[in-house]
């Protein structure tokens, strides 16, 4: 058995990295966690994170830089995040604690799509079942947390950003307005983002690769007493014409209306404490077709909606050695799409199919976390049981899955749990970390009820089952961080040993939908499936201002026959260095990955090159008055390599050079 290994970025200042250790008190046991947390700093804070990220990045690249989540790349916009190889039908992908789900049959709306890095203060990213709080996932849990003032007297203070990018013209116009007291603040920002086509690496133009991208938020809080918080956030989020090279269809339009309203309490009954209570709801629009594209040979307009209702309530109690938290949350979602396919002949009738038949689901929870601490360790024990229904509300929809399961109920009821423990020793500043858990989830919408959807990646269209069985999986994670003299090294390991692993799998018997698919495939569980994870990290200070990160990680993936499943990561690298003085800081990076060996040609796959990519930045700050101006230039693909990653659908290639200048100025 290979174990894992998802090092961890040691924290200098604000960037990327893991949480940094604390030392344990015996009389306030402070959690810690794997998770990974990625630091988006506001414009006009610290200026060391610039040389860990561009800073106008979009939110994809800043998870594409994060040690445990991969990109699946339809486009240059809304990237699919995979956490242990998994994707989202695996995790739980929540904003500020919300559980949000996409509209779109062919997940070309991830959660995080419907945010900007303008709204968000960082990323936490857990693995397995260290993310049961948020949900009930196998592969693990991405939260993006909004950013807040806070109750601190700050007053006025706004910022005004833009930048440019050379390879797609892409240009990036922002503004923040923020005020806070000691008894209120807000925050408030609009960003606006606008890409042509990009060009690969061979000077090709990539047709369809082109988005608009508008974003608006406000958080704002009131503090009643020094104990006592009102919180609300609001999200609009709009884009507009996005091409997607890798699929015979595009986006015109996707929208998302995001808001949330929560009271926080210090203290709360008896010895319990940090209480917060949200509500929050979501709704989601997103409308593909082909209308941009030439010769279709029959057109198609795939609306989805999705509305998500739901609320949580947490608090923590710390006795006698023990700090627990729990918490109690639940939602409410309803999924609905539909195709209508008009033919080219205007005497032909059009045809009109539900491929999410309006599905409700109902999901409530319970969630409880008990952290000690003892002389040089600490051991966790967490724990969460869920509750969920859903209803096929559509009549048509039923009954055109009772074509194929002429038994399906309508209502369905399913129980999940999750249970995990992880224990942690200290010895001479050397980490162990060992954790077993269990958790399994419930199948996707599109899993379960899915009706004809077309994977343009295998070429297949699929089908739902709604008879499929909960996916389980059994975790072993292993970790050890090595400290020395100027920096420190680490390895981490896991291993998941997935029950009844759903994929898809072709049906002989049925007939296509779509024109020029190949097959159909159906849901199913399979027996068994093993994922391994490995990887090695080292960070070093070579000097008071220069430091040193690297990273290298092994993946494999197999079901009960020793089938490659797909979207493994073959072995992958980077390494960086890093200079950074009190007003300037520059980065140096490589990153690449050998041949993708291990590919599965049934699900679409084919070999993928090994590749390396060398990009640079310099940044630098200029004091006006009690003003800041930061400046930033940088080189992406510094020798306009073409290449293609094995996430990348239908190998689409990556952007080559490009060339980009970022401004941002913040008014005190």
Same mark, same amino acid.
């Given at each position: 058995?290979?174990?894992?290994? *998802? ?151 706004? !910022?005004?950003?833009?930048?440019? $990018? ?50 608006? @938020? ?13 919180? !609300? ?81 947490? &608090? ?8 627990? *938290? ?30 999410? +038949? ?66 942690? #020793? ?15 989830? &419930?199948?996707?919408?599109? $899993? !379960? ?25 059994? $975790? ?15 390895? $981490? ?60 990680? #092994? ?18 690298? @980077? ?66 390599? #073409? ?9 689409? +290639? ?6 980009? *200048? ?7």
């Amino acid at each position: 058995m290979a174990l894992l290994a *998802l090092c961890c970025l040691s924290f200098h200042g604000k960037g990327i990295g893991q949480e940094v250790p604390v030392p344990i008190d015996q009389d306030s046991i402070l959690p810690i966690n794997l998770a990974e947390v990625i630091v988006i700093a506001p414009i006009y804070k610290d200026m060391e994170h610039r040389t860990y990220q561009k800073s106008l990045a979009t939110l994809d690249g800043y998870l594409e830089s994060s040690q445990k989540v991969s990109m699946i790349k339809r486009g240059a916009y809304a990237w699919e995040p995979m956490i242990n190889d998994m994707a989202s039908e695996r995790l739980s992908v929540t904003i500020d604690g919300m559980r949000i789900f996409g509209a779109c049959t062919d997940r070309m709306d991830p959660v995080t799509s419907y945010v900007d890095v303008s709204n968000l203060s960082n990323v936490h990213i857990a693995s397995g079942q260290q993310g049961a709080k948020m949900g009930n996932a196998i592969g693990g849990a991405l939260d993006m947390r909004l950013e807040k003032s806070g109750f601190v007297q700050t007053d006025w203070k706004s !910022a005004v950003e833009t930048g440019f $990018e050379s390879n797609n013209n892409a240009s990036i116009y922002g503004y923040e307005l923020n005020y806070a007291s000691d008894s209120f603040y807000i925050d408030s920002d609009i960003i606006y983002r606008d890409a042509n086509n990009y060009i690969s690496g061979d000077g090709q133009e990539v047709a369809y690769s082109q988005f608009t991208k508008y974003n608006v @938020s406000v958080n704002t809080g009131v503090k009643f007493s020094e104990s006592q918080k009102l919180l !609300a956030s609001f999200i609009f989020d709009e884009a507009k014409d996005v091409g997607y090279p890798a699929l015979p269809m595009d986006v015109s339009l996707a929208r998302a209306f995001i808001s949330s309203l929560s009271w926080v309490q210090d203290t709360f009954l008896g010895n319990l404490y940090e209480w917060e209570t949200k509500i929050y709801a979501n709704s989601i629009s997103h409308v593909m077709d082909d209308s941009q594209r030439p010769n279709v040979p029959i057109r198609m307009d795939m609306p989805g909606w999705s509305d998500t209702y739901g609320f949580y309530s947490q &608090a923590r109690l710390q006795s006698r050695g023990h700090k627990w *938290l729990f918490k109690w949350d639940g939602f409410y979602n309803k999924s609905l799409a539909e195709m209508t396919m008009y033919p080219n002949n205007p005497n032909e009738a059009s045809m009109f199919m539900l491929t999410w +038949p309006d599905v409700r689901t109902l999901n409530t929870g319970l969630f409880a976390e008990n952290t000690m601490a003892f002389e040089n360790s600490v051991l966790t024990i967490a724990g969460r049981i869920s509750a969920q229904g859903t209803n096929v509300a559509n009549e048509f929809g039923r009954n055109s899955l009772r074509i194929f399961y002429p038994s399906m109920e309508q209502i369905q009821a399913r129980f999940l749990k999750s249970l995990s423990t992880e224990y942690r #020793y200290n010895f001479k500043n050397v980490e162990l970390v060992n954790g077993v858990s269990y958790g399994d989830r &419930a199948p996707s919408v599109s $899993e !379960a009820f899915g009706f004809y959807l077309f994977n343009s990646f295998d070429n297949h269209d699929y089908i739902g089952d709604p008879n499929l069985k909960n996916e389980g999986a059994l $975790e072993l994670t292993s970790k050890i961080s090595l400290p020395f003299k100027s920096g420190k090294i680490g390895a $981490e390991g896991n291993f998941f040993h997935t029950l009844n692993y759903i994929l898809g799998e072709i049906d002989p018997t049925l007939s296509t939908m779509t024109i020029g698919a190949d097959g159909v495939k159906i849901y199913r569980n399979l027996e068994y499936a093993n994922l391994y994870n490995v990887s090695l990290n080292g960070v070093r200070d070579m000097s008071k201002n220069l430091k040193y990160n690297g990273l290298v990680s #092994y993946h494999r993936g197999v079901d009960q026959d020793s089938r490659n499943l797909p979207f493994i990561s073959p072995l992958t690298y @980077s390494t960086s260095f890093r200079y950074s003085l009190p007003k300037f800081s520059a980065s140096l990076s490589l990153r690449g990955a050998a041949d993708q060996v291990n590919f599965n040609s049934e699900f679409g796959e084919d070999r993928t090159s090994a590749y390396n990519v060398v990009s640079l930045s310099v940044a630098k700050t200029f004091f006006i008055s009690d003003d800041r101006l930061d400046a930033q230039v940088g080189v992406e693909n510094l020798f306009d390599t #073409y290449y293609s990653t094995y996430t990348d659908w239908n190998n689409i +290639p990556r952007m080559g050079r490009n060339i980009y *200048l970022t401004l941002s100025y913040a008014i005190n």
